[in-house]
């Protein structure tokens, strides 16, 4: 017997049960030209104990893909320099690269045709940035991952 809070918030002694939250270490990779945004989400998702790699634009991140790179995830931004996230999508895609990744966009690209032009290039989700506090991104992520 341990002193543990129940559901009420009452100290009281009882059994307690820990429940997982996530079964493995999910691997991830961020990509944003923002590297202050880039650490910001990586301190993040570390922090939930997931496995974390990340790429200062859409050329680097293809190299990773195609150097072998394996991620659960891939959290993509769209405006970035030389290769947008859209164009880097549709080389994804189109190289039949990253089978197994869920892509999401994680951009402050807010508008309809955004968002239409990213879930048809086959994206499993949209978040804009400025909606969602980052720790409300690894939430999010997170419940895509329980899916």
Same mark, same amino acid.
């Given at each position: 017997?341990?002193?543990?809070?129940?559901?009420?918030?009452?100290?009281?002694?009882?059994?307690? @049960?820990?429940? *997982?939250?996530?079964?493995? !270490?999910? +691997?991830?990779?961020?990509?944003? &030209?923002?590297? /202050? %945004?880039?650490?910001?989400?990586?301190?993040?998702?570390?922090?939930?104990?997931?496995?974390?790699?990340?790429? @200062?634009?859409? *050329?680097?991140?293809?190299? !990773?893909? +195609?150097?072998?790179?394996?991620? &659960?995830?891939? /959290? %993509?931004?769209?405006?970035?320099?030389?290769?947008?996230?859209?164009?880097?999508?549709?080389?994804?895609?189109?190289?039949?690269?990253?089978?197994?990744?869920?892509?999401?966009?994680?951009?402050?690209?807010?508008?309809?045709?955004?968002?239409?032009?990213?879930?048809?290039?086959?994206?499993?989700?949209?978040?804009?940035?400025?909606?969602?506090?980052?720790?409300?991104?690894?939430?999010?992520?997170?419940?895509?991952?329980?899916?």
């Amino acid at each position: 017997m341990k002193n543990t809070l129940n559901f009420r918030g009452c100290l009281k002694s009882c059994r307690y @049960v820990k429940i *997982k939250v996530m079964d493995k !270490k999910y +691997k991830i990779l961020i990509i944003d &030209d923002d590297r /202050l %945004l880039l650490d910001m989400y990586a301190t993040k998702f570390k922090e939930e104990k997931f496995d974390v790699d990340i790429a @200062v634009g859409a *050329k680097e991140a293809l190299d !990773k893909i +195609k150097n072998g790179a394996s991620p &659960d995830i891939i /959290l %993509l931004d769209i405006v970035m320099p030389g290769m947008d996230g859209f164009e880097l999508m549709a080389e994804i895609k189109k190289e039949n690269l990253a089978k197994d990744s869920k892509i999401i966009f994680l951009t402050n690209l807010g508008q309809k045709e955004d968002i239409n032009k990213g879930m048809s290039l086959g994206a499993l989700d949209y978040i804009i940035k400025a909606y969602f506090t980052p720790s409300e991104v690894v939430n999010k992520i997170k419940d895509i991952l329980k899916k």
